[in-house]
């Protein structure tokens, strides 16, 4: 048996193209997206089983309140005596429902690569060096108008082992647990005017681009702080045709 031939841009670029011309319109990606070779072992391959009381389901799912969080977990520059290499950013933005409001008190999560590309993980070996500042994992509750923020370092793009010559945009990934179970999102937010966009098949499995521009992040010059930080605005609904797409994998 020969081992699969990993794919190249020319596969990804045919996957996109079959996908968009057989799903006109559709914004959501396929389970089994190609060119992202993991995506085949990230997914249900049973039949989904109907929730008999889903109110039970509810009560017993985590919880989270404002003594699992403390003041210094959204800054993720200030985790370690020293300060983090790299471009000082601000991330904020609200969470919101499928009808506009805002969802407040909500466990915000995120962790991201360091400003050269690497993570803090053991399992990242990617030749880039590690920053003993700064370990990317943050958190935090939104507010009563379901707004969140974090301080960090503009993460890096790196190199993965798709396929050759695979580069992932830098992102921040992450994770919301909403108010019920229908709307745990887990998701990554990119930075605009990335050019890794286009060879990104993470990013160009959700086929639609209006889809695809609601996880980028904005500019917001009013957000950037006088000799200390950018800001970005990035906001995330939870539900309804106006979700923020959830990610499929890594
Ligand atoms: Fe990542």
Redesign the pocket.
């Known amino acids: 048996m020969s081992t699969p031939r990993p794919p190249v841009q020319a596969d990804i670029d045919a996957e996109i193209a079959r996908l968009q011309g057989s799903r006109p319109g559709a914004s959501h990606p396929a389970r089994d997206y190609a060119p992202y070779r993991s995506s085949v072992l990230r997914h249900p391959t049973q039949p989904l089983v109907t929730v008999k009381d889903p109110d039970a389901v509810e009560l017993s799912g985590p919880v989270f309140g404002v003594t699992d969080v403390t003041a210094l977990d959204h800054d993720l520059t200030r985790q370690h005596p020293g300060e983090p290499l790299g471009e000082r950013i601000t991330v904020t933005g609200r969470v919101l429902d499928a009808d506009g409001r805002p969802v407040a008190g909500q466990l915000v999560e995120i962790?991201?690569?360091n400003a050269s590309g690497r993570?803090a993980h053991q399992r990242d070996d990617h030749p880039a060096p590690l920053d003993p500042n700064f370990t990317g994992a943050g958190r935090c509750l939104t507010d009563a108008d379901g707004r969140y923020a974090f301080t960090t370092i503009k993460?890096g793009p790196?190199p993965?082992r798709n396929h050759t010559n695979a580069w992932?945009p830098a992102?921040?990934?992450f994770s919301l647990f909403g108010q019920a179970f229908t709307q745990r999102l887990v998701t990554?937010m990119y930075f605009p005017g990335d050019p890794l966009f286009p060879y990104d098949p993470i990013l160009q499995a959700v086929t639609e681009q209006p889809a695809r521009d609601r996880l980028v992040a904005t500019y917001d010059h009013d957000l950037s702080v006088p000799e200390w930080s950018l800001g970005y605005r990035w906001d995330i609904v939870l539900d309804g045709p106006a979700a923020t797409w959830m990610e499929e994998g890594?």
């Open positions: 962790w991201q690569a993570y993460p790196y993965w992932r992102h921040i990934h990554q890594r």
